[in-house]
């Protein structure tokens, strides 16, 4: 009982359920990237390169036979997932230098002095009166 009391006071934890949401968000960004990739960027650079479809481009490596399928070398699946991994990158390295560029203009905002600080120098303007 106590071992799963625990486990709910970790699990309930904020930085576990940010990380949770984090992970869902990331799977839906991931799904909307590989769309993007597939249906927005292949299509124009394939047009630009000739008809080329990246999705069916392979080696193959073995013929198929009547009892086998052909072994193939898919590299034009690779190129597209390279370009998902390239956008996704790119588009979390944007929003952690836009994070980075709000938390210096925090720390660059004077903060109010403490409520002791505060207290002392208003103890310290009565001693001297």
Do not use: H, W
Request: aromatic share 6%.
């Amino acid at each position: 009982m106590k071992m799963l009391n625990e486990f709910k006071k970790f699990a309930m934890k904020g930085n576990v359920m940010d990380m949770a949401i984090g992970v869902i968000i990331g799977g839906a960004f991931g799904k909307i990237v590989s769309s993007l990739v597939t249906d927005i960027i292949m299509p124009p650079i394939g047009v630009l390169t000739g008809g080329v479809d990246f999705a069916t481009l392979s080696i193959t490596l073995k013929r198929a036979t009547e009892t086998a399928p052909a072994i193939t070398l898919n590299y034009g699946l690779f190129i597209n997932a390279i370009i998902d991994f390239l956008i996704i990158a790119f588009s979390i390295f944007l929003v952690i230098q836009q994070l980075n560029r709000l938390k210096k203009k925090e720390e660059a905002k004077p903060s109010a002095p403490p409520e002791e600080v505060l207290l002392l120098r208003e103890i310290r303007d009565t001693l001297k009166k």
